[in-house]
């Protein structure tokens, strides 16, 4: 089992910044990988980011790449997701995302979530 525990998160104007943090507890392993996905209002949940856990490895979603970056501190356990030039469609439910290394983009443990709001 994983659990992850997301902060951060809030309103912002576009073109503003955010940041995202997500504790990991539990079972992470050289081959997890970590990441983050969000829901828009309506829609389904998609992937946003994820990094391998043991390697800086990293995916992004189309939509995000350039504007967002994904990191870690294994040492703490953290991953972070930090959103630069964030636009109106952003707006969304962010979950921190945990696989046991076999797929970038299902997941097997997801957190809570954290609202990003992006409006002027």
């Known amino acids: 089992q994983v659990q992850l525990v997301e902060s951060g998160g809030g309103s912002v104007q576009p073109g503003g910044s955010l940041s995202l943090s997500c504790q990991a507890s539990?079972?992470?392993?050289?081959?997890?990988?970590l990441g983050w996905a969000r829901q828009k209002p309506g829609q389904a949940r998609e992937f946003v980011a994820a990094?391998?856990?043991?390697?800086?490895?990293?995916r992004y979603a189309d939509s995000v790449k350039g504007r967002f970056t994904i990191s870690k501190d294994t040492a703490k356990n953290m991953v972070y997701l930090q959103m630069n030039n964030l636009k109106p469609e952003d707006t969304a439910i962010y979950s921190c995302?945990?696989?046991?290394?076999?797929?970038?983009?299902?997941?097997?443990?997801w957190g809570q979530g954290t609202h990003v709001t992006v409006s002027s």
């Open positions: 990094i391998r856990w043991s390697f800086w490895t990293t």
């Open positions: 539990g079972r992470i392993t050289s081959q997890s990988i």
């Open positions: 995302t945990a696989s046991d290394g076999s797929n970038w983009y299902e997941p097997d443990y």
